[in-house]
């Protein structure tokens, strides 16, 4: 019998099996609200629509009915209980409302596994194009069920980028140099743009101003591909201490050549 091991991952791991099915789900539900849901302002200026509000609300409730012992930690209006539980999952019912508020593709849902403060499991999908990513720590990275494996490559002129912006104050000479090397993307989810990266199609991208919930279900996907992630200067992002999940995170990552490359430009720009 031939092996499969994307169903032996799910065989294995309940919850990363659990995160496959009610990701799903959830995409079910932004579709049928796309270009149809109901848009509100947050005190910080961020878009929240009525879908993120229900599809976190079914996401930590089924969630926390079958593991009952782990944390939740949501984007909206939804805050881990503690720090006593070894497990905390990490929802973003939707990573890109900018543009799903705005009928635009480009958003993603993300659900992520936190093991002792290190993503071990996590899944991403784009219910528009079908495409749904997930990754276990020690298991594999896939997309609709095929293996991702990155090949490193030298940047060049070729290579695509993801820069995220406004600045608050100037743009670091670095980005300057990158944006006269390279071309950019930005697809408006922060999760989609890591596993763009671990797809290969995106060689780098840079963000100052992430949060947990942006990258936590890609954070598998990326590393278990061959990627690497790491701060902006290079230092590890995990384990996260959970006075941290709500802080505001910048990272770097690409395939290893990439991610070498571009960290060298930020060492030599600062």
Not at 163 to 185: A, K, S
Not at 229 to 247: E, H, K, V
Request: aromatic content about 8%; hydrophobic content about 45%; overall charge negative.
């Amino acid at each position: 019998m031939a092996i499969d091991p994307f169903e032996d991952a799910l065989a294995e791991e309940p919850r990363l099996a659990a995160a496959v099915e009610l990701i799903q789900r959830a995409g079910q539900m932004a579709r049928e609200r796309f270009e149809r849901a109901q848009v509100s302002w947050k005190a910080d200026e961020s878009m929240v629509t009525d879908a993120d509000l229900e599809i976190q609300t079914m996401l930590k409730d089924r969630l926390l009915a079958a593991f009952p012992l782990d944390d939740v930690l949501g984007e909206e209006q939804c805050d881990a209980r503690g720090s006593a539980a070894r497990f905390c999952w990490v929802l973003d019912p939707i990573d890109g409302t900018n543009n799903f508020g705005r009928g635009m593709p480009g958003f993603s849902i993300s659900i992520g596994l936190l093991d002792e403060g290190r993503p071990t499991a996590g899944a991403v999908y784009d219910p528009l194009t079908g495409q749904l990513f997930v990754g276990l720590a020690g298991w594999g990275a896939w997309l609709n069920g095929r293996t991702l494996r990155l090949e490193p490559a030298t940047l060049s002129r070729r290579s695509l980028c993801s820069i995220r912006t406004p600045f608050v104050d100037r743009v670091p000479p670095y980005v300057h140099e990158w944006l006269r090397r390279y071309r950019t993307r930005r697809s408006g989810s922060t999760a989609l743009t890591l596993c763009y990266v671990a797809l290969g199609a995106l060689a780098f991208a840079h963000d100052h101003h992430a949060s947990l919930w942006d990258i936590a279900g890609a954070v598998p996907v990326l590393v278990e591909a061959g990627g690497i992630i790491t701060a902006p200067d290079g230092r590890d992002l995990f384990p996260i201490a959970p006075a941290r999940y709500g802080q505001v995170i910048g990272f770097l990552a690409g395939d290893p050549l990439a991610h070498h490359e571009s960290l060298s430009d930020i060492r030599a720009f600062e």
